[in-house]
C-alpha cells in the first residue's frame, strides 16, 4: 500500500535556495593589504540573479584558513557604521540620486537601465581600488567571473564663487558612505567622490551652543527685587533654589557630543565622517601564530550595511581562504533588509 503524499510547505513560508557560504581564496602574494567584499555582488554571481547593494546583510561568522609560520599575524573586519548618521545618510544621498535621476528620465523614461542601482564605496580606500578590486567568491576549482558592477555617479552643476551658473558645464562625482569629500580621483575611475555622511551633515541645520537658551534672569531670586518673582516666592528662607538653578544653567546645556559652533569644533562632527570616529566601524579583529590550531580562526559576524565589508590583513605569509557565512532569510534566500528600514 503506497503512503499518501504529504505536503509541508505553506503558501509565503517557502525560503528560496541561495547559498549561504561565500568563499574568498587569496594567494600569498596578494594577502597583505586592504580588501573589500560586496556581499550584494557576490549573491548577483553566486546565484545568477540580481541583488540590490542598498541592502543591510545579515552576517553569521567570517572563518579565515591560513597556514602561517611567521611573526604574528592579524585581520580585522569592518563595516559601514551601524548608526542613525549612517542610515539617514544614505536615505537621503539615496534619494537625491533617485531624484537626479527621475528629472532627467521625466521624457526619456525608456532608456531607463534594466540594473540601474545606488552603489557607492566604503571609504576613500575602496574608492582608490575601485570595484574592480572587490573580492570575489570562488568555487571548487575557480574564481567566478565577474559582471557589470559599475558606482552610481551624481551630476553637479558648476556655479561660479559669484553665485552664477556655467550652462551646460557640470561635473561627475562617486559616492563613499565614510569619511571626507573629496579625496581625490581614483586612479581606477578617473572621478572624484563624495561623502555621504559629510553631504548629509552639511544640508542639515545646527544646534544652539545651548538647550535650553536660559535668560540671564533665570538665577536673580534672591533679595528684594528678585526677577524671578516666581521662583523667589518659595524661598522661604533659603538659597536652595538659587544653587539648584545655577546648576541647571552651567550644567548639561551643552550636548554630551561635539558639533560645529559649540565654541571648541570648527567642522560638523557626525561620526564616520571627515572628523569625529573617522571610517568604517570594527567588528572583529582576530591574530593569527604559527600555533594557531588549524591556521584557522574566527571572527563574529554583524548586520552590514550595503553588505560592505572591509577586511585589513597584515603578516599573512602563505595561502588564505576566507568563508563568510550568511544567515538564510525570505529575501530571495538570505535575512537581510533594505537600508531605507536600517
Not at 1 to 18: I, N
Not at 81 to 94: A, I, L, Q, R, Y
Request: a negative charge; proline letters at 6%.
Amino acid at each position: 500500500m503506497g503512503m499518501a503524499k504529504r505536503s509541508y510547505s505553506k503558501k509565503g513560508s517557502k525560503m528560496e535556495p541561495a547559498p549561504t557560504r561565500l568563499t574568498f581564496s587569496i594567494p600569498s602574494g596578494q594577502i597583505n593589504g586592504t580588501h573589500y567584499i560586496d556581499l550584494s555582488q557576490c549573491a548577483s554571481l553566486v546565484n545568477r540573479r540580481f541583488y540590490r547593494q542598498g541592502i543591510n546583510w545579515a552576517v553569521a561568522g567570517i572563518r579565515v584558513n591560513v597556514q602561517n609560520t611567521g611573526a604574528t599575524a592579524n585581520i580585522t573586519v569592518s563595516k559601514l557604521p551601524n548608526t542613525w548618521v549612517m542610515s539617514n545618510s544614505w536615505t537621503k544621498g539615496f534619494k537625491s540620486w533617485q531624484r537626479m535621476n527621475n528629472e532627467a528620465l521625466a521624457e526619456s523614461d525608456s532608456v531607463r537601465p534594466k540594473f540601474l542601482d545606488f552603489k557607492i564605496y566604503a571609504d576613500a580606500n575602496h574608492h582608490a581600488q575601485g570595484f574592480v578590486g572587490n573580492l570575489l567568491p570562488w568555487s571548487l576549482q575557480s574564481q567566478f567571473a565577474a559582471g557589470e558592477w559599475s558606482s552610481s555617479k551624481i551630476s553637479v552643476p558648476l556655479v561660479s564663487p559669484a553665485g552664477a551658473f556655467s550652462p551646460g558645464e557640470t561635473v561627475e562625482r562617486e559616492l563613499i558612505a565614510t569619511g571626507a569629500s573629496y579625496p581625490g580621483a581614483s586612479a581606477v575611475t578617473g572621478f572624484d567622490a563624495v561623502s555621504l555622511i559629510e553631504g548629509y551633515a552639511a544640508s542639515r541645520g545646527l544646534p544652539n551652543i545651548a538647550d535650553p537658551n536660559t535668560p540671564d534672569d533665570a538665577s536673580d531670586t534672591g533679595g528684594g527685587t528678585p526677577e524671578n518673582w516666581m521662583q523667589a516666592i518659595f524661598n522661604e528662607g533659603t538659597d536652595q533654589s538659587a544653587d539648584v538653578l545655577e546648576d541647571m544653567i552651567t550644567e548639561n546645556t551643552i550636548a554630551p557630543y561635539p558639533f560645529e559652533g559649540d565654541g571648541v569644533a570648527t567642522d560638523t562632527q557626525y561620526p564616520g565622517g571627515a572628523n569625529q570616529g573617522i571610517g568604517l566601524e570594527i567588528v572583529d579583529q582576530s591574530y593569527v601564530t604559527a600555533t594557531t590550531v588549524g591556521g584557522s580562526t574566527f571572527l563574529q559576524g554583524s548586520n552590514f550595511p550595503c553588505g560592505l565589508v572591509r577586511l585589513d590583513v597584515l603578516g599573512f605569509e602563505s595561502d588564505t581562504e576566507i568563508y563568510v557565512d550568511l544567515v538564510p532569510g525570505h529575501h530571495r534566500g538570505y535575512l537581510c533588509e533594505p537600508m531605507t528600514e536600517m
